[in-house]
Protein backbone atom coordinates (compact mmCIF):
# COMPACT_ATOMS: atom_id res chain seq x y z
CA UNK A 1 0.00 0.00 0.00
CA UNK A 2 2.76 2.28 0.60
CA UNK A 3 4.46 1.88 -2.82
CA UNK A 4 0.53 2.67 -3.88
CA UNK A 5 0.83 5.52 -2.12
CA UNK A 6 3.14 7.31 -4.33
CA UNK A 7 1.45 7.24 -7.34
CA UNK A 8 -2.40 7.08 -6.36
CA UNK A 9 -3.87 10.09 -4.95
CA UNK A 10 -6.97 8.29 -2.88
CA UNK A 11 -4.27 5.49 -1.37
CA UNK A 12 -2.13 8.39 -0.42
CA UNK A 13 -4.87 10.64 1.08
CA UNK A 14 -6.12 7.43 3.26
CA UNK A 15 -2.87 6.68 4.52
CA UNK A 16 -2.38 10.01 5.48
CA UNK A 17 -5.64 10.46 7.11
CA UNK A 18 -4.84 6.77 9.21
CA UNK A 19 -1.46 8.34 9.99
CA UNK A 20 -2.57 11.69 10.94
CA UNK A 21 -5.18 10.12 13.41
CA UNK A 22 -8.43 11.37 11.30
CA UNK A 23 -9.60 8.01 10.35
CA UNK A 24 -9.09 4.49 12.23
CA UNK A 25 -6.92 2.26 10.82
CA UNK A 26 -9.86 0.10 9.54
CA UNK A 27 -10.19 2.46 6.39
CA UNK A 28 -7.37 1.10 5.14
CA UNK A 29 -8.98 -2.26 4.24
CA UNK A 30 -11.95 -0.21 2.95
CA UNK A 31 -13.28 -2.60 -0.04
CA UNK A 32 -12.57 0.20 -2.76
CA UNK A 33 -8.44 1.02 -0.90
CA UNK A 34 -7.56 -2.80 -1.09
CA UNK A 35 -8.48 -2.68 -4.84
CA UNK A 36 -7.18 0.73 -5.71
CA UNK A 37 -4.11 -1.43 -4.33
CA UNK A 38 -4.39 -4.21 -6.15
CA UNK A 39 -5.03 -2.61 -9.45
CA UNK A 40 -1.39 -1.27 -8.90
CA UNK A 41 0.64 1.81 -10.24
CA UNK A 42 -1.50 4.60 -11.56
CA UNK A 43 1.44 6.22 -13.02
CA UNK A 44 4.48 4.82 -14.15
CA UNK A 45 8.36 5.17 -11.90
CA UNK A 46 10.03 8.03 -13.29
CA UNK A 47 13.06 6.72 -14.82
CA UNK A 48 15.59 9.25 -12.59
CA UNK A 49 14.87 12.45 -10.59
CA UNK A 50 12.38 15.25 -11.84
CA UNK A 51 15.07 17.93 -11.89
CA UNK A 52 15.54 20.95 -14.66
CA UNK A 53 18.67 21.47 -16.43
CA UNK A 54 19.46 24.17 -13.79
CA UNK A 55 18.66 21.81 -11.17
CA UNK A 56 21.17 19.45 -12.23
CA UNK A 57 23.45 22.40 -13.27
CA UNK A 58 22.99 23.52 -9.43
CA UNK A 59 23.69 20.18 -7.70
CA UNK A 60 26.45 19.46 -9.84
CA UNK A 61 28.05 22.67 -9.06
CA UNK A 62 27.19 22.10 -5.30
CA UNK A 63 28.02 18.37 -5.01
CA UNK A 64 31.68 19.56 -6.91
CA UNK A 65 32.18 22.54 -3.90
CA UNK A 66 31.69 20.79 -0.87
CA UNK A 67 33.92 18.04 -1.46
Known amino acids: MTKMATTS???SSA???VTTLHK???WLV???LLLATLA??????LEGPPLTEAER???GS??????
Open 62 to 67: YVATAG
Open 24 to 26: DAL
Open 30 to 32: HPS
Open 57 to 59: FFF
Open 40 to 45: GPVLPP
Open 15 to 17: KCD
Open 9 to 11: YRV
